[in-house]
C-alpha cells in the first residue's frame, strides 16, 4: 500500500499568481500521476511524473503551464501558473507502487482562484 | 485508450445486491479491466481489477464476460456507504488510469 499526503489541502489565489502543490508517498515508487478534477466532473489525468527526466503531458496539458518536479522516488510537486479562475479545481497525486496493480489517490488540493 | 460505457446513475435499496455493468467492446488483450470509486469529498479508491477470471474480494466481486467485451461489479449488499461514483476503467501497457464518467450508485434505505 501507498499513504499519500499533499499540501496544501486547500488554496484561495489571486489570478496571474502560481501555486506549488506538494506529493509526498511514505514508499518509494516508480509511477507517480497528477489528475485535475473540476466542479462536477470526473478525474482528468495531466501528467505522469517521471523521476529524472520530464513529465509526460497529457493532450492539453503543457509544461508552461503545469510544471512539474519528481526529485526522487517520494516526492513530486505541480505548479499551476498564471492562474485563472478556470482553474479552480481539486488537483490530486497519485501512485502505483506495482505496475498494473492498485492505484493510490491523495486527498486532494482543493484550489480556488479569484 | 479502449474506452468503457457504463450508465449514468444506478439506486439500489440498502441490503441488497447491486450489479454494476460496463462496456469495453475495444478491449485489448493485454487490458486489464479495474473498477475505483470514488466517495464524497474524497479521493478515488481501489476496488478490483481482473483480466480475464471472475475475482472476488472483501470489497466486492468482478464477473467478466467470456469475450471480456463487458463486465459487471458486484456489491453483495449495499450498504448507505456505498454511495459513490464507480468507475469502470481500462489498464494497458502504459499502467495509466484515465476515467470516464462512472455510474453515480444510490442507495436507498
Known amino acids: 500500500s501507498a499513504v499519500i499526503s499533499q499540501k496544501p489541502s486547500r488554496d484561495i489565489c489571486q489570478r496571474g499568481t502560481s501555486l506549488t502543490i506538494q506529493c509526498q508517498v511514505d514508499s518509494q515508487v516508480t509511477m507517480m500521476f497528477w489528475y485535475r478534477q473540476q466542479p462536477g466532473q470526473s478525474l482528468t489525468l495531466i501528467a505522469t511524473?517521471?523521476?529524472?527526466?520530464?513529465?509526460?503531458?497529457e493532450s492539453g496539458f503543457v509544461i508552461d503551464k503545469f510544471p512539474i518536479s519528481r526529485p526522487n522516488l517520494t516526492f513530486s510537486t505541480l505548479t499551476v501558473s498564471n492562474m485563472s479562475p478556470e482553474d479552480s479545481s481539486i488537483y490530486l497525486c497519485?501512485?502505483?507502487?506495482?505496475?498494473?496493480?492498485?492505484?493510490?489517490f491523495g486527498p486532494g488540493t482543493r484550489l480556488t482562484v479569484l | 485508450d479502449a474506452k468503457t460505457t457504463q450508465p449514468n446513475s444506478m439506486e439500489s435499496n440498502e441490503e441488497e445486491p447491486v450489479h454494476l455493468p460496463c462496456n469495453h467492446s475495444t478491449i485489448s488483450g493485454t487490458d486489464y479491466i479495474h473498477w475505483y470509486r470514488q466517495l464524497p469529498s474524497q479521493g478515488p479508491e481501489y476496488v478490483i481489477h481482473g483480466l480475464t477470471s471472475n475475482v472476488n474480494n472483501r470489497m466486492a466481486s468482478l464477473a467478466i464476460a467470456e469475450d471480456r467485451k463487458s463486465s459487471t461489479l458486484i456489491l453483495h449488499r449495499a450498504t448507505l456507504r456505498d454511495a459513490a461514483v464507480y468507475y469502470c476503467i481500462l489498464r494497458g501497457r502504459d499502467d495509466k488510469i484515465i476515467f470516464g464518467k462512472g455510474t453515480r450508485l444510490h442507495i436507498l434505505p
Open positions: 511524473a517521471n523521476q529524472g527526466s520530464e513529465a509526460t503531458y
Open positions: 497519485s501512485v502505483s507502487p506495482q505496475a498494473g496493480n492498485e492505484q493510490f
